[in-house]
């Protein structure tokens, strides 16, 4: 389904937030994002009437609630173009990303010693970053990051970064302060080439655009549930599985292993070796009826309604005196950050609450980015599907009158 104005109209009312909501412009999409009834009702039904735990029991109830889980994991693998055992549940894209800094090493060091740089770039989530942080800190590890060059990355600093001492190249796909779509699979092919591992932080990409897994070519892949109309609490890793094959486990415990004794114990095959304990069943039902229900509208359609809104903003803002905006304006996904001169973002933030617009204001866990922007924070508006062009009207004609009220 192409998406319009209108139809955009229509869509929105799948939302029951908006309806209990009424006025609500909902523009912090990046931190989280709002969910279809189509969603909701799913884990209600889930719930009443088919709830049970799962790989347990023999009788009906649960061997339904398996079939559902294990069916969560074929639509997210297909969405993302996966095999079903490379899709790891996680709590959200931190944990996942945890998960990797943990047990990578077990990896790496079986390969080769003296890899022992992880690339990182300037503009990394802070779950990008100081899981990283950590490993080094425990010893053995040296980090690297790829500067910026205005609001992209530096490609020819990259390429002096990355050599066959790096072990681990991580960065973001899309960052959730910047909105620049990063060039991944140049990145990945040249990281490839030295012999490194490759981690991309997809928590903005995978609820926005296309992204195929085997096309970007990454090794690992993490992004969060919460993010794309599924619960909170479910996220995914994505693995190649010769590589998660190789891996030690995570977490330790129940339905993780093969064979137990006192003593001793053997892993599960995958993706079970790294789900220890009782699932999010319910949160992963979820997420597959949210990926459902992106499939439905298309994709591609929800990335293209949200360039056409973010084009028209950036049209509109540009007449606010005094604004100062952190985009490229190509390259760029649904994600503008900005600031008034003068007014501090969180006043910004809450002038805009009063008039039921809610956005995000500080430092949107990116400190260190924040600090070689020159800023304490920004403003930050971020899309969604149910975003339309009224919404970004009611935004600009507010910061006007902000802008206003502040130079009296
Ligand atoms: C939101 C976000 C994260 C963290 O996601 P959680 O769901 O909070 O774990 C990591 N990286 C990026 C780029 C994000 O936008």
């Known amino acids: 389904m192409k998406l319009s104005n209108k139809t955009v109209h229509t869509l929105k009312k799948d939302f029951p937030i908006f309806k209990n909501n009424p006025g609500l412009i909902y523009l912090d999409n990046a931190a989280t994002s709002q969910k279809p009834k189509q969603v909701i009702d799913v884990l209600k039904k889930f719930y009443e009437k088919e709830y049970a735990n799962v790989h ?72 990008n970053l100081i899981p ?52 991944v699979q140049e990145i990945i092919k040249i990281a490839k080439e030295k012999g490194a591992l490759t981690v991309i932080d997809a928590a903005q990409s995978v609820p926005h655009m296309k992204v195929d897994v085997l096309k970007v070519g990454a090794d690992f892949l993490a992004f969060s549930g919460h993010k794309m109309m ?48 009782t699932p999010h069943i319910a949160g992963a039902i979820g997420l597959g009826e949210a990926i459902n229900y992106i499939k439905k509208i298309g994709i591609e359609n929800i990335e293209e309604w949200e360039k056409k809104l973010l084009d028209y903003t950036l049209e509109k803002i540009k007449d606010i005196k005094g604004i100062k905006i952190y985009n490229s304006g190509k390259n760029s996904s649904g994600i503008l950050s900005f600031n008034l001169e003068g007014i501090h973002p969180h006043d910004v933030a809450s002038l805009l609450d009063e008039q039921g617009i809610a956005i ?9 980015l924040m600090k070689i922007l020159g800023v304490p924070g920004t403003c930050r508006i971020s899309f969604y599907l149910y975003n339309t062009f009224e919404d970004i009207d009611a935004l600009i004609s507010t910061l006007k009158k902000i802008k206003d009220k502040f130079k009296k």
Request: glycine letters at 8%; charged letters at 25%.
């Open 56 to 127: 347990r029991g023999v009788y009906r109830l649960s061997s339904n609630a398996t079939e559902l889980y294990l069916k969560s994991k074929e639509i997210i693998a297909e969405f993302i173009g996966a095999k079903p055992e490379e899709i790891i549940y996680t709590r959200n894209t931190t944990e996942s990303l945890n998960l990797l800094s943990y047990t990578l090493p077990s990896i790496i060091n079986a390969t080769n010693k003296k890899r022992d740089e992880i690339v990182l770039t300037e503009m990394e989530h802070h779950s």
């Open 230 to 277: 599924a619960p909170t609490g479910i996220g995914v890793l994505y693995g190649k599985k010769q590589l998660l094959e190789k891996m030690q486990p995570f977490m330790f415990g129940g339905e993780m292993i093969k064979k137990v004794t006192l003593n001793s114990a053997t892993w599960a095959d995958l993706p079970a070796k790294f789900e220890a304990g």
């Open 132 to 183: 990283w942080q950590q490993l080094a800190k425990r010893g053995g590890w040296k980090l690297k990051f790829i500067k910026l060059k205005g609001y992209e990355l530096d490609m020819e600093d990259f390429k002096k970064k990355v050599s066959k001492k790096t072990a681990v190249v991580a960065l973001c796909h899309v960052s959730n302060s910047l909105g620049t779509i990063n060039p």
């Open 360 to 368: 995000r204001a500080g430092h949107h866990c990116n400190m260190p």
